[in-house]
């Protein structure tokens, strides 16, 4: 596509549910990365993939994190047993490689209640 | 560790009055810079980024910043800003030697009309 589309674009659930966000970054971008950023602060890193090498998680906040990439393409973050404090904006962003400017989707705002 | 200051939370401006929004890192080596932005409603995007050469870079909109080694700054400007500059402000920085960026907390700029 045209830029990195993240799917939903907003997302409530309950406390204790699991949930999924989607990322489909731009084609031909080997490099993705995964992004929070909570009301007021920067954005704080989560994951990041680079082609076919293992992904660098030393982002993730907790066990109940964890995020694949199918095929070089399309990544998925899952959140398992939502807590209020997983609230915030989820960004995605790709690009040519580590280092190079980041492309970033719309992201998925994330509501916990 | 890598980390990057933005000095300002919350700027407040008429039009065509001049912005200077300041941005230090720490760290010793090599680095990438980008300053990014997200206007209302919208995706984060590149406004200007520095990899090497004259340090003063200029980007979309009539931005422009400079890179000072010395200081370890990125700070952006513009000699007279508009309405539709209403925005938050994002620095981010890259060693070299890693493909993580480390992001400021953001400035969000308001432009009176």
């Known amino acids: 596509g045209a830029g990195v589309s993240q799917s939903p674009s907003n997302k409530v659930t309950e406390k204790g549910k699991d949930v999924e966000l989607r990322c489909d970054p731009i084609s031909g971008h080997t490099a993705l990365y995964w992004y929070r950023q909570s009301l007021g602060q920067g954005l704080e890193f989560l994951i990041y993939?680079?082609?076919?090498?293992?992904?660098?998680k030393s982002g993730l906040p907790s066990d109940r994190f964890s995020a694949e990439r199918t095929g070089g393409s399309v990544s998925t973050l899952t959140i398992q047993r939502t807590q209020q404090e997983d609230s915030a904006v989820y960004l995605c962003?790709?690009?040519f490689g580590g280092g190079t400017e980041a492309f970033f989707g719309q992201g998925t705002r994330l509501t916990v209640v | 560790a890598q980390s990057v200051s933005q000095h300002n939370h919350h700027v407040i401006l008429s039009e065509a009055a001049s912005l200077e929004l300041g941005c230090n890192y720490s760290?010793?080596?090599?680095?990438?810079l980008f300053w990014y932005v997200q206007y209302p409603g919208q995706h984060l995007q590149l406004l200007l980024k520095?990899?090497?050469?004259d340090p003063l870079v200029k980007g979309i909109k009539g931005f422009e910043a400079e890179f000072i080694k010395s200081k370890f700054s990125f700070n952006l400007r513009k000699p007279s800003v508009q309405w539709s500059d209403t925005a938050e402000y994002f620095c981010a920085v890259n060693a070299r030697s890693n493909y993580q960026l480390i992001w400021g907390a953001g400035t969000k700029l308001i432009i009176k009309p």
């Open positions: 993939f680079q082609g076919n090498s293992a992904p660098d």
């Open positions: 520095y990899f090497s050469g």
């Open positions: 962003a790709s690009s």
């Open positions: 760290y010793g080596g090599t680095v990438n």
